[in-house]
């Protein structure tokens, strides 16, 4: 695009989220609200999948949700049909910019974008910006850093994250029941299995996390419940709970004493709650990196978030004593 458009002068944009991760769409939610404060008229779709479609229906600052026919990732070689004929359906939209930020290259994802927008693009191949996903600078630069060349002059970063009234009073409910106001939230699941905190290492962990005096709540999934049940059934601080969506999983980090996860999406919620939290990393860079000055990060082995140096957990962990 030779001759990047001022946000106010267009009507109808279309953004699009082809990863369907939820940490992605928390990082860029700032996108939709500065769009918004800046040009109130300009009408925004959101194309996205999993995830982030469920985050983005409840976006107050998003017009119009579109589902991508996607379910585990963009791949180089699939989707051609599915995603040619949802092209066609954006196409009649007539949107007066397509923006995506996602700095996939695949030639389906290049095509899609063809069809749906023709030449009013915005992308990573035509942006004067730094590439979304490079070490140097997070992920929700990038994103003001785009917004800067659409005209929205000191775009505010911080998260939008919606918490229905639903999930307030289900988690409400709960803690009274069990006659609990403070815990640790912790969360064992990253979205890759090396990334995930094995039965005996969460034992570990929760013995080592007990010098803070706080019970514990593990959000897992339906999967891996019952295991867990097993591995903590003799253990009377320890809660497994399935949240019945992503906004509970809000609610309960937003309530949270305390933070602790390998799970990034779980990393930028706290972040956007300004949560006290102890993050795992196998692979950190500027990039991902939690942007709360209240979190403490434990870099771990770069192939299994199981290893680490437990002397230095025990050193983060005292010093949560005095933020608790």
Same mark, same amino acid.
């Given at each position: @695009?030779?001759?990047?458009?001022?946000?106010?002068?267009?009507?109808?944009?279309?953004?699009? /989220?082809?990863? !369907?991760?939820?940490?992605? &769409?928390?990082?860029?939610?700032?996108?939709?609200?500065?769009?918004?404060?800046?040009?109130?008229?300009?009408?925004?779709?959101?194309?996205?999948?999993?995830?982030?479609?469920?985050?983005?229906?409840?976006?107050?600052?998003?017009?119009?949700?579109?589902?991508?026919?996607?379910?585990? !990732?963009?791949?180089?070689?699939?989707?051609?049909?599915?995603?040619?004929?949802? *092209?066609?359906?954006? /196409?009649?939209?007539?949107?007066?910019? +397509?923006?995506?930020?996602?700095?996939?290259?695949?030639?389906?994802?290049?095509?899609?974008?063809?069809?749906?927008? !023709?030449?009013? @693009?915005?992308? &990573?191949?035509?942006?004067?910006?730094?590439?979304?996903?490079?070490?140097?600078?997070?992920?929700?630069?990038?994103?003001?850093?785009?917004?800067?060349?659409?005209?929205?002059?000191? $775009?505010?970063?911080?998260?939008?994250? #919606?918490?229905? $009234?639903?999930?307030?009073?289900?988690? %409400?409910?709960?803690?009274?029941?069990?006659?609990?106001?403070?815990?640790?939230?912790?969360? #064992?699941?990253?979205?890759? #299995?090396?990334?995930?905190?094995?039965?005996?290492?969460?034992?570990?962990?929760?013995?080592?996390?007990?010098? +803070?005096?706080?019970?514990?709540?593990?959000?897992? @999934?339906?999967?891996?419940?019952?295991?867990?049940?097993?591995?903590?059934?003799?253990?009377?601080?320890?809660?497994?709970?399935?949240? *019945?969506?992503?906004?509970?999983?809000?609610?309960?980090?937003? /309530? %949270? %004493? +305390?933070?602790?996860?390998?799970?990034?999406?779980?990393?930028?919620?706290?972040?956007?709650? &300004?949560?006290?939290?102890?993050?795992?990393?196998?692979?950190?860079? *500027?990039?991902? *990196?939690?942007?709360?000055?209240?979190?403490?990060?434990?870099?771990?082995?770069?192939?299994?978030?199981?290893?680490?140096?437990?002397?230095?957990? &025990?050193?983060?962990?005292?010093?949560?004593?005095?933020?608790?």
């Amino acid at each position: @695009m030779k001759n990047i458009p001022d946000i106010r002068d267009l009507q109808h944009i279309l953004i699009c /989220r082809p990863d !369907g991760c939820l940490s992605r &769409e928390i990082v860029s939610s700032c996108c939709y609200r500065e769009i918004k404060k800046v040009s109130p008229r300009t009408k925004i779709t959101v194309a996205c999948y999993g995830a982030a479609y469920d985050f983005c229906q409840h976006n107050p600052y998003v017009d119009e949700v579109f589902r991508l026919p996607l379910r585990e !990732g963009l791949r180089s070689n699939s989707h051609w049909g599915p995603l040619l004929w949802a *092209a066609l359906k954006l /196409r009649r939209k007539k949107f007066d910019l +397509l923006l995506d930020t996602s700095g996939n290259n695949f030639l389906n994802w290049r095509l899609f974008k063809r069809i749906a927008a !023709g030449d009013r @693009m915005l992308d &990573e191949n035509n942006a004067p910006v730094q590439p979304f996903g490079a070490p140097q600078a997070h992920a929700s630069e990038h994103e003001a850093a785009v917004l800067r060349l659409l005209g929205v002059a000191e $775009p505010d970063k911080s998260y939008d994250l #919606p918490v229905l $009234p639903t999930a307030r009073a289900a988690v %409400a409910q709960w803690l009274e029941q069990k006659q609990i106001q403070k815990y640790i939230l912790l969360h #064992p699941a990253g979205s890759a #299995p090396e990334r995930c905190f094995r039965p005996e290492v969460l034992k570990e962990l929760c013995s080592a996390l007990r010098s +803070l005096e706080l019970p514990f709540i593990l959000p897992v @999934m339906p999967s891996c419940a019952r295991e867990l049940k097993e591995t903590f059934k003799e253990e009377k601080d320890v809660f497994i709970i399935q949240p *019945a969506d992503i906004f509970e999983l809000f609610e309960w980090v937003r /309530r %949270a %004493a +305390l933070a602790v996860t390998p799970d990034t999406a779980v990393v930028h919620i706290a972040a956007g709650f &300004e949560k006290p939290s102890l993050v795992f990393y196998t692979s950190l860079s *500027a990039c991902n *990196a939690p942007d709360n000055p209240k979190a403490q990060v434990l870099e771990t082995d770069k192939t299994d978030i199981n290893v680490f140096n437990w002397w230095k957990l &025990e050193t983060l962990i005292a010093g949560f004593k005095k933020q608790i």
